[in-house]
T-cell receptor, first 110, second 112 residues
């Protein structure tokens, strides 16, 4: 069974700092990996999708990388802003189900 | 506004009661999903559907039932509610299965 872990569980950084969120998964047989953002009391918003054949994806200040063989993905956020404060979840597609990590709660301090 | 709509937003149930969580999407997506999120945990898949009339179990289906009579609607039924079903429930839909889903705002359910 696929297990998805995110470290750290919580992170506080001052505004403007670059930061990295980590996601690891136990079974490398995945179709894709996605990063989501969850704001308090709201649903999830898809940020980036990396197919298993890709190494990274970029969207604005966000860059996600994928190392399938080692079971790891990172989400890099450049020049963080208070509006980036949210919980970030990664999820892997095994072909017949989606497995979510437990999330990293990010606080960007003005 | 286009998207996924869930009702109700909050509900308190007594043990043994039943209820239906409603989910509607207006994007004509074939794929729809129900997840539950417990405090400090990731989302776990309850049921999913690949089209009208077709549903399948996810990781944690016990205690729940679903139906998909139309493309737009995917209700989740709780029979004989138990405290272990206290959670936040999210409905989602997507154009491609498992990819870039659109999520509803969630239903916060407490079973007391």
């Amino acid at each position: 069974k696929q297990e998805v872990t995110q470290i750290p569980a919580a992170l506080s950084v001052p505004e403007g700092e670059n930061l990295v969120l980590n996601c690891s998964f136990t079974d490398s047989a995945i179709y894709n990996l996605q990063w989501f953002r969850q704001d308090p009391g709201k649903g999830l918003t898809s940020l980036l999708l990396i197919q298993s054949s890709q190494r990274e994806q970029t969207s604005g200040r966000l860059n996600a990388s994928l190392d399938k063989s080692s079971g790891r993905s990172t989400l890099y956020i450049a020049a963080s802003q208070p509006g980036d404060s949210a919980t970030y979840l990664c999820a892997v597609d095994t072909g017949n189900q989606f497995y979510f990590g437990t999330g990293t709660s990010l606080t960007v301090i003005p | 506004n286009a998207g996924v709509t869930q009702t109700p937003k909050f509900r308190i149930l007594k043990i043994g009661q039943s209820m239906t969580l409603q989910c509607t999407q207006d994007m004509n997506h074939n794929y729809m999903y129900w997840y539950r999120q417990d405090p400090g945990m990731g989302l776990k898949l309850i049921y999913y559907s690949v089209g009208a009339g077709i549903t399948d179990k996810g990781e944690v289906p016990n205690g729940y039932n679903v139906s998909r009579s139309t493309t737009e609607d995917f209700p989740l039924r709780l029979e004989l509610a138990a405290p272990s079903q206290t959670s936040v429930y999210f409905c989602a839909s997507s154009y491609v299965i498992w990819q870039e889903g659109y999520f509803g705002a969630g239903t916060r359910l407490s079973v007391l």
